[in-house]
């Protein structure tokens, strides 16, 4: 059994500040302690319900954020910035599942923990079929080109919610209780591991029952913008068609296709700041 690992960092049991999960942080090298810790301990649910390869991609800021030694499961690790596929890179149909581990809400959710929507300052919103998703959703097209279903998410309570909109049925291990978005109640690191680890084995036991994303196609997916700058810029690229002043959609009926075009949108809007 083949298992696609997608990890970020802003879900991570105690994360609650950009300082803990941002390179160059006082703390930031003990909280890729603690992320590499709920990543472990999804990798050991899963190989007792017989998953043996697995692929960690550093889905997290520079994407380099993991020690490859200290990964469980001999799992193979993809690092680095610029993947052409982002936060997805490496998955394709081999795969027998996909777990989203400390991932994060959307950047219109009310109070998440450091909610965003892959770049904050140019999105305010994506919808794909009108439904808010956050970069959960937005990265379950990748699995629905492929029909691979996401089985686990780890992350709070709205994270969990947001990707169930796009996997029903999806385990989930919520680890912490946003109050505000830089404020969370967060279960103890052992118990935070413990809950992931037996979420990630019991959507392994279920597999049999899973489905690849409940996406319809064509697909539309809506960018709500921060200033017209980002949307007229948006705008140049092929594909994407301008609806207002701070809006533009993407449409169409292949959903990798339909991802990549939004991931063009994102690193274009990036290179206005950078």
Request: proline share 4%; hydrophobic share 45%; aromatic share 8%.
């Amino acid at each position: 059994m083949k298992i696609f690992i997608s990890s970020d960092m802003e879900g991570t049991a105690g994360v609650v500040d950009w300082s803990q999960c941002i390179a160059g942080g006082a703390q930031y090298a003990y909280y890729t302690e603690l992320l590499t810790g709920e990543i472990n301990a999804a990798i050991e649910g899963a190989m007792r319900a017989g998953a043996t390869e697995f692929l960690v991609n550093d889905s997290h800021s520079k994407m380099a954020n993991l020690r490859p030694d200290a990964l469980a499961g001999r799992a193979a690790y993809l690092s680095g910035r610029y993947k052409p596929m982002y936060m997805m890179q490496g998955l394709d149909a081999s795969y027998d599942a996909v777990f989203f581990v400390s991932y994060h809400g959307s950047m219109g959710s009310n109070g998440s923990v450091l909610s965003h929507t892959y770049f904050p300052t140019a999105f305010a919103e994506v919808t794909v079929n009108g439904a808010v998703a956050g970069e959960a959703g937005i990265n379950a097209l990748v699995a629905r080109a492929y029909e691979v279903p996401i089985v686990l998410v780890t992350g709070d309570a709205t994270t969990a919610e947001e990707t169930g909109r796009f996997c029903p049925g999806i385990e989930a291990a919520v680890v912490k209780k946003s109050v505000t978005r830089f404020a969370a109640e967060s279960l103890h690191p052992e118990a935070a591991r413990e809950l992931i680890g037996e979420r990630a084995e019991a959507s392994l036991r279920g597999l049999a029952d899973a489905a690849p994303p409940s996406i319809d196609v064509p697909v539309t997916l809506g960018i709500a913008f921060r200033s017209s700058d980002y949307c007229e810029l948006a705008a140049r690229i092929a594909g994407v068609e301008r609806t207002g002043d701070l809006s533009a959609v993407i449409t169409g009926d292949d959903p990798l296709w339909i991802y990549q075009t939004f991931i063009t949108v994102v690193l274009l809007c990036r290179g206005l700041v950078e």
